[in-house]
């Protein structure tokens, strides 16, 4: 069955960087779609970036465009999310679901029609 581990999440000071790992199984990204959502304590969970596997096209939020990059790895199914520039706004835990694209896909697709999500990984941003 399809699974999604995410990792690379922990704390790193304002101005630094992390890159996240989503790792999928069971399913071939090349027909599929995988989100970046975050979800901080007390705020509605936002989708910030996601890359269509058919093309491997991305977008990003407002919010982390020019700061984070989507990239697809050379394992198979696997997605990263290099955070660059992190600010006291990105703290949240990350999740990346996944969903096949000829579903819909993109930063408007709303949350609960992805069938598939992981546990997520926690970034932190302190001094």
């Known amino acids: 069955q399809v699974k999604l581990v995410e990792s690379g999440g922990g704390l790193v000071q304002p101005g630094g960087s992390l890159r996240l790992t989503c790792a999928g199984s069971g399913f071939d990204l090349d027909y599929y779609a995988i989100a970046w959502f975050r979800q901080a304590p007390g705020k509605e969970r936002e989708a910030v970036s996601c890359i269509i596997g058919r093309d491997n096209s991305a977008q990003y939020s407002d919010s982390v465009k020019g700061r984070f990059t989507i990239s697809r790895g050379n394992a198979k199914n696997t997605v990263y999310l290099q955070m660059n520039s992190l600010n006291p706004e990105d703290p949240a835990v990350y999740y990346c679901?996944?969903?096949?694209?000829?579903?819909?896909?993109?930063?408007?697709?709303?949350?609960?029609?992805?069938?598939?999500w992981g546990q997520g990984t926690q970034v932190t941003v302190s001094s």
């Open positions: 679901p996944t969903v096949p694209w000829h579903m819909g896909y993109g930063l408007d697709y709303p949350d609960w029609e992805y069938d598939y």
